[in-house]
């Protein structure tokens, strides 16, 4: 938070590639914000004076320049660097491309790089190989020790990225990891981003995540044109990096429950011998419902546990939540009750599926049948 400004960019949220509310500012040349009302959610309202027929034209014309001059600035060609070609960083890749960027994956699979390759990138063998002279590194690992190890170890980022980039760390962490990262990079000259995501694979492909954001106002800036390009809304949460880490935890918190409770429901429903199919209708348009349960279950009606998002990943994530509140001394039971049944299914052999497998160990303890059981 800026002490000058006290809430200035706290809270902000972007959508799209170029924000509504930067096109109407450019479009006049009166001062900001006293000529035109914009909402926090970008919606700019009519500007607040009047002018002639002639004068309007004159303006049209001048907007017309400056929107087109903003868009060929935003849009600029930069060198970009992705760290982690998985199904998330693939398709943020691919949005970045296809935004007119150069960009270069770099993955612990050669696979993966040349495949990326193949689909018109460049592939670097070593994170330190991908960063030198990037303009912008996205990071999109699993967890806090990879992003550190790609950073700091060796053939790491620091050893080649150029003085003034701008690290965007992409992974779900401890936010007072995120504020030890960024304190370390920023010490060197470079800048950090602390930006985790959420929207799932295909969300990732077309350019409309979810990006929750904090960090240094010369951060975001460095970082808008691959923000834009990745993005459908961006929420610029902080000035300082822990921010975006410590809202996603958050998220995480939840999504983890509601996947399991809706594991739960959907094996008690089972076990009652009712059609999962009718449950699943009803409940979706019931005030029961959650987006989980919409978007999970499915898989569990046709008894596919290809992995969306593994069950591994809610391990790590609710395992996170349960050290932070110790830390704070805060009481998390639900969360907590959840994690054990990640830890089940990890255990049962399942870590590696998909986190709707929660329901299949529900199945096992108790004997129930559900689709695809052999």
């Given amino acids: 938070m800026s002490p000058a400004s006290g809430r200035a960019r706290t809270g902000t949220v972007r959508t799209g590639r170029y924000p509504r509310a930067a096109l109407f500012q450019c479009s006049f040349r009166y001062s900001w914000p006293s000529c035109l009302l914009v909402s926090r959610f970008g919606s700019a309202a009519k500007p607040c004076y009047s002018r002639s027929r ?74 330190a190989e991908a960063a030198k002279g990037a303009d912008i590194v996205v990071s999109v690992v699993v967890n806090a020790a990879q992003t550190e190890t790609i950073l700091f170890g060796k053939d790491g980022v620091a050893e080649t990225l150029p003085k003034d980039s701008v690290f965007i760390s992409s992974a779900t962490m401890d936010p007072d990891v995120a504020r030890r990262l960024a304190k370390q990079l920023e010490a060197t000259g470079r800048h950090y981003l602390d930006a985790p995501i959420s929207g799932g694979a295909q969300r990732a492909a077309q350019g409309e995540l979810t990006i929750l954001a904090s960090g240094s106002a010369a951060a975001f800036a460095k970082a808008r044109s691959a923000l834009d390009a990745m993005a459908a809304k961006l929420y610029e949460l902080g000035d300082a990096a822990g921010q975006g880490a410590a809202f996603k935890m958050i998220n995480q918190l939840l999504a983890g429950v509601h996947i399991a409770a809706a594991s739960e429901a959907m094996a008690f429903a089972a076990k009652q011998g009712l059609d999962i199919r009718k449950v699943y209708e009803v409940i979706t348009a019931s005030a029961g419902n959650s987006w989980m349960f919409e978007n999970r279950m499915p898989h569990v009606l046709d008894g596919d546990y290809t992995p969306r998002s593994a069950v591994e990943i809610f391990v790590k994530d609710l395992g996170i939540i349960q050290d932070m509140a110790r830390s704070a001394r805060f009481p998390v039971p639900v969360s907590a009750a959840a994690l054990q049944m990640f830890l089940m299914t990890s255990a049962a052999g399942m870590g590696r599926d998909d986190d709707a497998s929660v329901a299949r160990m529900y199945a096992q303890v ?9």
Avoid at 85 to 103: E, F, N, Q
């Fill in 366 to 374: 108790t004997g129930v049948k559900l689709p695809g059981d052999k």
């Fill in 54 to 127: 002639a004068a309007a034209k004159a303006a049209h014309r001048e907007t017309f320049a400056r929107v087109s001059c903003m868009s060929a600035s935003t849009t600029q060609n930069q060198r970009i660097a992705v760290i982690g070609l998985g199904s998330m960083g693939y398709g943020m890749a691919t949005s970045l491309k296809r935004a007119g960027h150069t960009v270069t994956g770099c993955d612990v699979s050669a696979d993966a790089v040349a495949r990326f390759v193949k689909d018109g990138g460049a592939g670097a063998a070593t994170p």
